[in-house]
């Protein structure tokens, strides 16, 4: 592993979710910084031939790729350039941690050295994610690296190398429906709300009742809040067990597959 390489990485890392408008994608811990340093040596690793910049030995662990290592540099590595270190209680033994920088300049300082694939990535994924823990652990372990190995194994970074498509922040749009569709869509809606009407109408002690000010809209978020009549599952508390052939089975390589 290349200590300086890494510190240089963490740093930029947490200064530009310093640059964060939204005050609450600030503050990472050690899975978002480990997570990011990660998508950092697998961009680079695409462009130099499944080369690691970082030189660290990934590993597939609980929480996605790991590095002991790694971990273990990230308290000495932020404090050296003044992040505000704070120790939060948590079940969770790996992730009570939380690191924040905000110093204006930092991330356009601290990228000054490193490799554009590297800065590049750093800022896409870190815009991309800030703290969202689900977001950002669903979307490493679809990484090529990831799909092909097993827990506890060394992960290749150069193993089925693609071209890594970070999504934005926010959803992506749905494809909107066909014409047919909407006009249908739109019938629903029509008889829905008549319905709803003529049952207001013929409400019993409707007489003397106030209108509401302003009047409420039945409109498509409406109906689709209300109950269907399904009932909600019940609760099944069970242990799911995995077949180790799963792990490199074809499937989990399927780009079809979420």
């Known amino acids: 592993m290349d200590k300086d390489r890494v510190w240089k990485v963490a740093q930029f890392i947490l200064a530009v979710a ?18 990011y340093l990660y998508l950092a040596d697998l961009t680079y690793a695409e ?12 590993s597939f662990y609980h929480f996605g790729p790991w590095s002991n290592a790694v971990h273990r540099e ?10 505000d270190e704070r120790r939060l209680s948590s079940r969770f033994a790996d992730d009570y941690v939380r690191w924040r920088l905000d110093e204006q300049g930092a991330a356009e300082r601290l990228e000054a050295g490193l490799p554009l694939a590297v800065s590049h990535a750093v800022r ?20 090529p690296p990831m799909v092909h190995a097993a827990p506890g194994e060394v992960l290749q970074l150069g193993s089925g190398v693609r071209r890594l498509a970070v999504p934005g922040r926010f959803p992506t749009q749905e494809v909107p429906p066909s014409r047919r569709e909407e006009r249908k869509r739109q019938a629903d809606l029509a008889q829905a709300r008549s319905r709803f009407r003529q049952a ?3 409400a019993p002690n409707r007489q003397g009742k106030i209108a509401a000010s302003p009047a409420p809209r039945y409109d498509a978020v409406f109906f689709d809040g209300l109950p269907d009549g399904r009932e909600e599952p019940p609760f099944v508390e069970a242990q799911v067990e995995f077949a180790d052939g799963l792990w490199k089975s074809e499937i989990r390589s399927d780009p079809d597959v979420p």
């Open 18 to 35: 310093g640059e964060d408008d939204d005050y609450r994608n600030r503050d990472l811990g050690p899975i978002h910084l480990i997570k």
């Open 47 to 58: 462009h130099h031939d499944g080369e690691s910049y970082l030189g660290v030995e990934w």
């Open 74 to 83: 990230l308290s000495p590595a932020l404090v050296a350039i003044g992040a």
């Open 124 to 143: 896409k994924a870190v815009r991309s994610f800030g703290s969202d823990t689900r977001g950002l652990l669903h979307f490493v372990y679809t990484t």
């Open 200 to 202: 207001l109408e013929s």
